[in-house]
């Protein structure tokens, strides 16, 4: 998941098979609303900017050009 979440940033990254991992981060989300909304915030600007059809589409479109210009 580093990929779509940035520790910290939009989200947390832990070990899956940790639960005092997930414990302590769903502890400090708790304890700490300004870091929820940052964090949620975050998330939705990273979707928008990355995870929408339009961008998609643009990068496969990209994908494609670029492929076919290796053939010529």
Known sequence: ???L???GQHGFLFDPESVEELADRLTQLALEPGLR???A???VKFAFE???I???SRRLA???RD???KQD
């Open 5 to 7: 979440v940035k520790d």
């Open 54 to 56: 339009e961008v998609a």
């Open 41 to 43: 915030d975050a998330a």
């Open 50 to 52: 990355n995870l929408t």
């Open 62 to 64: 990209s994908i494609y």
């Open 67 to 69: 492929l076919l210009q």
């Open 1 to 3: 998941m580093p990929e």
């Open 37 to 39: 909304q940052r964090m």
